[in-house]
């Protein structure tokens, strides 16, 4: 495989990986860091990293739109929960274990 298709199947697999997350809106951020160790925040600013590391021009919130599919705040206030107790245990758990 070369590297040219190399890189054609790692955007498919970015993709899918993007529209699987934007259709689990009941997958809460939280729940992904604590089972992963990563969420779409994370891949936001993965993908606005890379963008730096090329020189192409990204914001954070042109790189959370991309991940969301809308503005980030927009898909906090129609699909963000509050943590429950136990999520943010969860997450302090591994944030400081």
């Excluded at 939280?30 to 993908?47: E, P, Q, T, V, Y």
Aim: hydrophobic share 40%; aromatic share 8%; glycine share 6%.
């Amino acid at each position: 495989m070369d590297d040219s298709m190399k890189t054609a199947l790692e955007a498919a697999a970015f993709r899918r990986l993007i529209a699987h997350l934007r259709e689990r809106t009941d997958v809460q951020n939280i729940d992904l860091m604590n089972l992963a160790g990563f969420c779409r925040n994370c891949l936001s600013n993965w993908l606005k990293d890379a963008a730096d590391a090329e020189g192409v021009g990204l914001s954070k919130e042109a790189a959370r739109e991309v991940v969301y599919g809308m503005p980030y705040e927009e898909w906090k206030r129609l699909h963000q929960r509050e943590a429950t107790p136990e999520q943010r245990a969860a997450f302090e758990a591994k944030s400081h274990g």
